[in-house]
């Protein structure tokens, strides 16, 4: 994936991170599996995480989670405010 100013996201498998770190993310589609995403600034979340998800958000400015965001009951979410390599 290019590191864009903004970018759109399209997974179901891992991401550890994108390299180098990527400045903003916006996540619509719904994830699956076992996912970690670091952004430079901020993400934004309108997705729906499935009972088997484990994922995990870092950016260094803020995380919002927009409406249409839900973790279904039995999947692993955090948030962490503190951008890419810190956690």
Not at 5 to 23: A, E, G, Q, Y
Not at 29 to 36: N, S
Not at 41 to 46: G, K, L, P, R
């Amino acid at each position: 994936m290019e590191n864009t100013d903004s970018s759109v996201l399209n997974v179901s498998k891992f991401l550890v991170r994108i390299d180098p770190c990527t400045v903003s993310l916006v996540l619509t589609h719904t994830i699956t599996d076992t996912v970690k995403f670091e952004v430079s600034t901020n993400i934004q979340a309108q997705n729906i995480l499935s009972p088997s998800a484990k994922v995990t958000y870092d950016a260094q400015n803020y995380v919002l989670l927009n409406p249409g965001f839900k973790a279904d009951q039995g999947s692993s979410f955090a948030a962490y405010v503190d951008g890419c390599g810190n956690k």
